[in-house]
C-alpha cells in the first residue's frame, strides 16, 4: 500500500506540475505515515542485524550504486524525458525551499528506500517464487525472482540501465544479509549522495 499511494500520488504530476512541490511533500508524509503505522508487519524483514562489517559493505555500495548513477549519463539509453525536480523553479520564499529541499532530502533518502525495499525485495522477491510469500525466506535465491525483481525494478526508472545495475546490487545484498537492513541503508547512501550532489552542481534531471 505505501508503495502504491507513492505511484498514484506522483502520477497526477506531469498534469499538474504547478502543485509538484507539494504532491511530493504530501506523499511523503502520507507513505512514511503508513510505514509507521504497518511497522510491526515488516519488523521482521528489517531488525535481524548484521555485522559491522555488512553496514560498511552495505555504505559501500550505495556509493559504488551512486557512481554509476552518474557517470554514464550521457551514454546508456534512457525511458521517457523527466523534468526533473528544481526546488527554485518554484519561487518559493527561502525558508520554505528550504524545507522543500529537506523533505526532498528525507523522502529520497529514508522514505523511499524502506518503501521501495519493502515492496521489491521483500515482497515481490519472494512472491515470484511463491504467492504465499510469508513462507519464502528473505533472501532466498532464484534465478527467476532475481531476474524478474531486477528488470522491474530497472524498468521502474527513467535510468533503466542503472536502475537494473543497482537493482543487482541491492538484491545481491537482500541475499547476503537475509535482512533489508543493509539494502535500505545501501538505497538510502545512494539517493542521499544523488541528493547532495544535485543541489551541488545543479542537475536538477537527477531528482
Not at 60 to 74: K, Y
Not at 85 to 114: D, H, K
Not at 194 to 207: A, E, H, P, Q
Request: include cysteine.
Amino acid at each position: 500500500m505505501p508503495f502504491i499511494l507513492f505511484l498514484l500520488l506522483t502520477a497526477p504530476v506531469k498534469y499538474f506540475p504547478i502543485y509538484v512541490p507539494y504532491f511530493y511533500i504530501a506523499k511523503t508524509i502520507l507513505v512514511a505515515y503508513l510505514l509507521w503505522h504497518w511497522r510491526h508487519a515488516y519488523s521482521a524483514d528489517i531488525f535481524p542485524r548484521i555485522k559491522p562489517a555488512e553496514y560498511l559493505l552495505s555504505i559501500a555500495a550505495g556509493l559504488v550504486v551512486l557512481i554509476l548513477w552518474i557517470t554514464p549519463e550521457d551514454i546508456l539509453p534512457k525511458i521517457g524525458a523527466p523534468s526533473g525536480f528544481n526546488p527554485y523553479s518554484f519561487q518559493w520564499p527561502a525558508a520554505a525551499t528550504v524545507g522543500l529541499i529537506a523533505f526532498r532530502l528525507a523522502g529520497a533518502a529514508i522514505v523511499v528506500p524502506i518503501m521501495e525495499e519493502l515492496f521489491w525485495r521483500s515482497f515481490i522477491m519472494r512472491y515470484a517464487i511463491n504467492p504465499d510469500f510469508r513462507k519464502v525466506p528473505l533472501g532466498t535465491f532464484s534465478l527467476f525472482s532475481f531476474a524478474a525483481v531486477v528488470i522491474l525494478f530497472g524498468l521502474e526508472h527513467y535510468r533503466v540501465i542503472q536502475g537494473i545495475l543497482a537493482g543487482i546490487i541491492y538484491t545481491l545484498l537482500v541475499i547476503r544479509h537475509k535482512s533489508l537492513r543493509g539494502c535500505i541503508l545501501a538505497h538510502g547512501v545512494t539517493n542521499l549522495g544523488l541528493g547532495i550532489y544535485v543541489l551541488f552542481t545543479g542537475k536538477w534531471l537527477f531528482w
